[in-house]
């Protein structure tokens, strides 16, 4: 059975990387969570998409110049339903005291664009172990020399590269960098790619899958999981197909 994650929790309905959205995924059943996080001013490790805060909340400005406090200050619900919610930007420790107490799996994406500072894996690791929460996590980025970082510092944490483009035979890749899964982008997901990456031993789990046409695809090719922006649809059409 395909398992499913809440991508940024359940955004579809909620507005993204907040608690609201991760309390939502719960509530329905989601499987697992994937979220994003990169850095503050200070240090702080928290969880939003774009480098800026443009898009999801009230201020303006890149995160990585807000401080942990001036972060706190943005409603990070002001351009979901015309801000009708208030929601703050979490930090990962605050989601780790929620998550621990879950059944739920998390897929944490490292949003950093480096190859020499390892600032953000080592402080998302340190949490990681901190809550011991080894065997729930499943490290991804696009930024491969990061998630393989991580890999040589944490074996015991799984890691899958994300990408955007077709990729010739991603399992051989996968293995290269010692990765157990990989997440391509839907579109570059044809269903053989599903097919022969799991044959090899390696977890595939596609992201945004929201078209009904493209979850059944998924679902029926048995990939290890979707990333989905509607938990509650995927699982209740998951359902009803009988898987």
């Known amino acids: 059975m395909s398992l499913i994650f809440a991508h940024r929790g359940a955004s579809g309905t909620h507005p993204e990387n907040t608690m609201l959205s991760f309390y939502e995924a719960e509530r329905v059943k989601a499987d697992g969570i994937e979220l994003d996080v990169q850095l503050t001013k200070d240090g702080e490790v928290v969880i939003i998409h774009d480098e800026t805060v443009d898009r999801t909340t009230d201020g303006k400005g890149k995160v990585k110049d807000f401080t942990l406090s001036e972060i706190k200050k943005l409603n990070a619900a002001h351009h979901f339903q015309k801000g009708r919610l208030k929601a703050e930007i979490p930090t990962l420790e605050e989601f780790m005291e929620w998550f621990v107490k879950t059944d739920l799996v998390c897929n944490i994406e490292l949003k950093t664009y480096t190859v020499e500072n390892n600032e953000l894996e080592n402080k998302v690791l340190d949490l990681i172990k901190k809550f011991r929460a080894e ?24 890691i899958a590269p994300l990408f955007m483009e077709g990729l010739y035979q991603p399992w051989a890749y996968a293995k290269g960098i010692r990765a157990e899964g990989i997440h391509p982008y839907h579109k570059a997901c044809p269903t ?37 922006d509607y938990p509650e649809r995927a699982r209740r059409l998951r359902e009803s197909l009988g898987l």
Do not use: W
């Open 135 to 158: 065997d729930r996590i499943i490290l991804s980025s696009f930024n491969h020399y990061s998630i393989y970082y991580c890999r040589l510092r944490a074996p015991e944490i799984e």
């Open 192 to 228: 053989q790619l599903v097919i022969q990456s799991q044959e090899n031993g390696i977890k595939v789990r596609p992201f945004t899958v929201n078209k009904e046409k493209d979850l059944i695809r998924f679902f029926q090719a048995g990939a290890e999981a979707v990333i989905t």
